[in-house]
T-cell receptor, first 111, second 113 residues
């Protein structure tokens, strides 16, 4: 039931792009993306809903493939501040309100 | 609006004791969820409350319990503490009952000796 994230870790140079994937074996109601910096609480980035609606930060983009139950987070022109652990959270139809998180993807942006 | 607050921020207990953690959601938010975060297990869902009702529960033993009050504040209790309960406990609130962004509190760091 836990979504699978890939890659587990990625190292970038400033200005490079990255894609983080999240895959579920069950039909999804929504997909959430959060970023957590060391010693801090997770911060909301994006929510993607079945049906195409999405809400999030302007500089963040993501996609949701409803047929494949997969979501991808796109980080373009990365900055040092993008470093942290990215979590996707999934919500299922018959368990609305219950958010199950993937294991996380550790992103490190180097100057 | 003030963010999600959690008290206490740090707690040290010994095995066998019990502990109560508190979470005050953002004003107007009626949904509160609790998570356990450990280096090896990531963010594990504990339970979720909406309007004082527990709607969802994760795969944790019965030693973990919670409740939500009429003002949406929530408490989480762990009885008979074990060493493995050492973790960061996060609560998160949201306005709607589902398909809505969550706002996390700073967490309570629990250490069991």
């Amino acid at each position: 039931q836990q979504p699978v994230q890939s890659p587990q870790a990625v190292i970038l140079r400033e200005g490079e792009d990255a894609v983080i994937n999240c895959s579920s074996s069950k039909a999804l109601y929504s997909v959430h993306w959060y970023r957590q910096k060391h010693g801090e609480a997770p911060v909301f980035l994006m929510i993607l809903l079945k049906g195409g609606e999405q809400k999030g930060h302007e500089k963040i983009s993501a996609s949701f493939n409803e047929k494949k139950q997969q979501s991808s987070l796109y980080l373009t022109a990365s900055q040092l501040s993008y470093s942290g652990t990215y979590f996707c959270g999934t919500e299922f139809y018959n368990q609305g309100g219950k958010l199950i998180f993937g294991q996380g993807t550790e992103l490190s942006v180097k100057p | 609006k003030a963010g999600v607050t959690q008290t206490p921020r740090y707690l040290i207990k010994t095995r066998g004791q019990q502990v109560t953690l508190s979470c005050s959601p953002i004003s107007g938010h009626r949904s509160v969820s609790w998570y356990q975060q450990t280096p090896g297990q990531g963010l594990q869902f504990l339970f979720e409350y909406f309007s004082e009702t527990q709607r969802n529960k994760g795969n944790f033993p019965g030693r973990f319990s919670g409740r939500q009050f009429s003002n949406s504040r929530s408490e989480m209790n762990v009885s008979t503490l074990e060493l493995g309960d050492s973790a960061l406990y996060l609560c998160a609130s949201r306005e709607r009952e589902y398909r809505d962004e969550q706002f996390f509190g700073p967490g309570t760091r629990l250490t069991v000796l």
